[in-house]
């Protein structure tokens, strides 16, 4: 397999909002993502967007309507809160982002919790998050890597 190019990561998502520039701001303040990329076209509309968070790379964008390109991209609240992908992140602290997370608005689904997968596997501290649109977010600690 060839080297991805030079600060791209080998996936990334792309995730749909109502208000896109609200979005963007509330990602970097709530969850601690980083603007690389911000395109604005007519009235300040998002046409593309791309937040880092170390390696991870998302695009956000606002939502679409089939007509625009090819396909509709809804975020979750606009098609009654069904979600079809969730998000997962490492972080170092998985307690304070988790309170700064809940601080900054976010909708906490599953509190902090430790998931021990046995001795062959790994430990893992997660919650769970949803944002202002309904996108969910896994956040992650490493605890114990296989042995």
């Not at 397999?1 to 520039?21: C, E, F, H, I, N």
């Not at 046995?118 to 649109?133: I, P, R, V």
Request: proline share 4%.
């Amino acid at each position: 397999m060839k080297p991805t190019p030079k600060g791209w990561p080998r996936l990334s998502s792309a995730l749909y909002y109502k208000d896109a520039a609200a979005a963007i701001d509330w990602l970097c303040t709530a969850f601690g993502f980083e603007v690389r990329l911000r395109i604005e076209g007519e009235g300040g509309r998002i046409e593309h967007s791309e937040l880092v968070f170390g390696e991870a790379l998302i695009f956000v964008s606002e939502e679409t309507r089939q007509e625009d390109k090819g396909r509709a991209g809804k975020s979750p609240r606009a098609v009654g809160g069904v979600n079809t992908q969730s998000l997962m992140i490492f972080v170092d602290d998985v307690d304070a982002h988790c309170a700064h997370a809940r601080a900054s608005g976010a909708t906490i689904s599953y509190e902090p919790k430790v998931s021990d997968y046995g001795e062959d596997y790994w430990t893992d501290k997660s919650y769970q998050a949803e944002d202002l649109e309904g996108h969910q977010w896994w956040f992650t600690q490493r605890l114990r890597d296989p042995k």
